[in-house]
Nanobody, 126 residues
Framework: QRHLVESGGGSVQAGGSLRLSCTDS????????MGWFRQRPGKEREGVAG???????KYANFAEGRFTISQDNAKNTLYLEMNSLNAEDTAMYYC????????????????????WGQGTQVTVSS
């Protein structure tokens, strides 16, 4: 059974940066793709950034140019570097893995996520 554990959330002032990490408990079976999603207060969960096998990345419009997704295969860890944060980025951030098949070509919101992390809170004060 796969477990995803996020860390790195916290409180930061507007304009600041944070790096989120997500460690995957499974070393013997790489997901087809992994990504970061977030849920802002009173909003639906939305895709932030994703990375596919081979390293191809995709970003939500609001993340493009400010956020960077990456992974360290040796550490089985996914990262999300977030810069120029603003109050609109305040949310619970979740790590996710698509494990059922290579169904990651579409928008992040269409990904059939099989495993979710427990989430890490990011709060940006203005």
């Amino acid at each position: 059974q796969r477990h995803l554990v996020e860390s790195g959330g916290g409180s930061v002032q507007a304009g600041g940066s944070l790096r989120l990490s997500c460690t995957d408990s499974r070393y013997d079976d790489s997901p087809y793709c992994m990504g970061w999603f977030r849920q802002r207060p009173g909003k639906e969960r939305e895709g932030v950034a994703g990375i596919l096998l081979g390293g191809f990345t995709k970003y939500a419009n609001f993340a493009e140019g400010r956020f960077t997704i990456s992974q360290d295969n040796a550490k089985n860890t996914l990262y999300l570097e977030m810069n120029s944060l603003n109050a609109e980025d305040t949310a619970m951030y979740y790590c996710a893995a698509v494990t059922g098949g290579p169904y990651c070509a579409g928008d992040l919101g269409s990904w059939p996520v099989g495993v979710w992390g427990q989430g890490t809170q990011v709060t940006v004060s203005s």
